[in-house]
């Protein structure tokens, strides 16, 4: 059993830059993939960013390719995704999750987290 807990949303201008954060407890984080989705109202929850075990590897949503960087930190069972260059359409609640299978789809995520807000302005 994993819990995740999200951090760091807020509000902000576009153009500007958050940090999130998941706290990973339970099992180690090491052993899972980790993933960012995000869902914007009255919208599906779409993928961002993905990261392997090792942190080695990582995948990224077309849309947010070169302004989010996903990293981990295993010692601390950190999962962070530095978002930068924000537009108001990155507005949205933004999951942390997790996956035995790095790269697979969203169903393959087996624990997720409750979500932080993001609201970029215009």
């Known amino acids: 059993q994993v819990q995740l807990v999200e951090s760091g949303g807020g509000l902000v201008q576009a153009g500007g830059s958050l940090r999130l954060s998941c706290a990973t407890s339970?099992?180690?984080?090491?052993?899972?993939?980790m993933g960012w989705f995000r869902q914007a109202p009255g919208k599906e929850r779409d993928f961002v960013a993905a990261?392997?075990?090792?942190?080695?590897?990582?995948l990224y949503a077309d849309s947010v390719k070169g302004r989010f960087t996903i990293s981990r930190d295993n010692a601390k069972n950190m999962v962070y995704l530095q978002m930068n260059s924000l537009k108001p359409e990155d507005t949205a609640l933004y999951y942390c999750?997790?996956?035995?299978?790095?790269?697979?789809?969203?169903?393959?995520?087996?624990?997720w987290g409750q979500g932080t807000q993001v609201t970029v302005s215009s």
């Open positions: 339970g099992r180690t984080s090491s052993t899972y993939a």
């Open positions: 990261i392997n075990r090792s942190g080695g590897s990582t």
């Open positions: 999750a997790a996956s035995s299978y790095y790269g697979g789809p969203q169903y393959k995520y087996n624990y």
